[in-house]
Every structure is written in C-alpha cells, then in structure tokens.
C-alpha cells in the first residue's frame, strides 16, 4: 500500500538529489530567490529535466517542507522515553529536537521558515504536522505540571516557547562556541527543564 509520505515525497534517486539542490538553494537565496533553473543548474540539468518529478517549485517546496516535518515527527517520538519522567522525557525530546534543527540547519531553515510560498492546501498539511509535533512537546509539559515536576504559568505558552527554541536553531547554526549538534542538544535541554522550573 502507498502511503501519504510516500506519494508526496517520490522515493526515486533522481527526486531525492533534486531536493537536496533546492534545499541548498533555498537556504542560500531564499525561495523568492531561486528558480527552478538555478536549481538544475546545480545538477547540470536543464530546467524540463526537473518536471518529470516535480511539476513546480512550489510542489518542490512541499516535498521538502513535509519530509522535514514528518522526520521531525518521528524523531520526537522515537526521544520521548514515555515510562520515564517527565524532566527525562522533556531533556530527551528538546535534545533531540533542537539537534536535529543543527544537524539539518540547511534543511530546517526551507522547512521551518518558507512555509508562507506553499498553496494553502499544502500549508494545511503542514501546519498538521507541526501540531503533532508541538503535541508531542505539550504532553509531556502537561504531565510534569499534572505531578508536580514543572512549575509553569501556562502549559500552551510555554511549549510554544520550548517549540521556538528549538526550531530557531536551524536559524543561526553555527555560531560562536555552539559548532557541534551534539552541544546544542545538552545546552537545549538543560534550558527546557529549567523553563518549566523543574523541581530536582
């Protein structure tokens, strides 16, 4: 059975590389910036090559903008230690979250900050996927609240709060002494936990 993901994101060779020049693309020059002729330009190919595959550059944007999104998806949930505490769970889930942000900086800044150029049915979409993950976030801020672990004046702001950390990551990395993901994600999570006022 061919699954949503799949029909969206093409799973052939040729889609992938395409993708992977606009993401650099776009993350230099912006997506108003760039036409799908510079683009194959960086695979040496001419621009009618590219729409077998992708028959715009918007459709190209949501290809990349919902890939980033459902990994995002999956790699909070595969953090989230949900037998644990909530103080593990929140340092697990914001480590990874934010590291992934460093990690693909290229790729979050297109995800996280082009969304504006996509169709309104496609910003739908997408705009679901980031509810699932702030979901994943507010969960666990809820249950620390709910036990007692967290300390915090509104649940929702401050996992729109959490959420913001970590997705503006993509957004200045590298930058001063924070050049290893790896960095990033011990620093984030140690922010998280002292935001909700986790209780030691």
Not at 94 to 110: C, I, K, L, M, Q
Request: hydrophobic content about 40%; aromatic content about 8%; glycine content about 8%.
């Amino acid at each position: 059975m061919v699954t949503q993901s799949e029909t969206v994101v093409s799973t052939s060779k040729a889609a992938a590389r395409i993708r992977l020049a606009a993401i650099e693309a776009f993350a230099e020059n912006g997506y108003g910036g760039t036409t799908t002729r510079d683009i194959a330009a960086r695979l040496g190919l001419s621009p009618a090559a590219m729409y077998p595959h992708y028959r715009s550059k918007e459709e190209l944007l949501y290809a990349i903008t919902y890939e980033g999104h459902v990994r995002c998806v999956e790699v909070l949930t595969a953090a989230d230690p949900v037998d644990e505490s909530p103080t593990a769970r929140l340092r697990s889930v914001v480590g990874a979250f934010s590291g992934w942000h460093a990690t693909h900086h290229e790729r979050g800044r297109v995800v996280q900050y082009e969304l504006t150029a996509l169709s309104p049915e496609h910003y739908r979409t997408v705009i679901g996927l980031r509810r699932d993950i702030s979901r994943i976030v507010k969960r666990i801020v809820r249950a620390g609240t709910e036990d007692g672990s967290f300390v915090v004046p509104d649940v929702e702001g401050v996992t729109l709060a959490i959420n913001s950390l970590c997705v503006d990551v993509c957004r200045w990395f590298p930058a001063g002494g924070l050049t290893e993901p790896d960095a990033v994600a011990e620093l984030y999570a140690e922010l998280a936990v002292r935001l909700v006022g986790a209780r030691a």
